[in-house]
Nanobody
Framework: QVQLVETGGGSVQTGGSLRLSCAAS?????IGWFRQIPGKEREGVAA??????IYAASVKGRFTISRDGAKNTVYLDINSLKTDDTAVYYC????????????????WGQGTQVTVSS
């Protein structure tokens, strides 16, 4: 089975940067990053499969997803943080497809909180 652990969240001022990490055990076909604000549905922000990446239009240019194969870890680099980026960020694994659709992912980490203040 696949286990995922997210780290790297914290409190940051607008304009700052964070690197979120997703440490995975087991084989993963696709790893996606999602975020959730209380009362809202999960929103896909980025995903990676092999050498290919996908980004939501709202984060393109500010977020970068990458993979360290030796560590079996996927990173999400977030730049130019905005207050609207405040959310719990989750990584997830899918064997079925690689798309920014939460319902298609099979395994989820526990989440890491990102809080952005002015």
């Amino acid at each position: 089975q696949v286990q995922l652990v997210e780290t790297g969240g914290g409190s940051v001022q607008t304009g700052g940067s964070l690197r979120l990490s997703c440490a995975a055990s087991g084989y993963t076909y696709c790893i996606g990053w999602f975020r959730q604000i209380p009362g809202k549905e999960r929103e896909g922000v980025a995903a990676i499969r092999g050498g290919g990446t996908i980004y939501a239009a709202s984060v393109k240019g500010r977020f970068t997803i990458s993979r360290d194969g030796a560590k079996n870890t996927v990173y999400l680099d977030i730049n130019s943080l905005k207050t609207d980026d405040t959310a719990v960020y989750y990584c997830a694994a899918s064997y079925y497809q690689c798309a920014l659709t939460a319902g298609r992912f099979d395994y989820w980490g526990q989440g890491t909180q990102v809080t952005v203040s002015s």
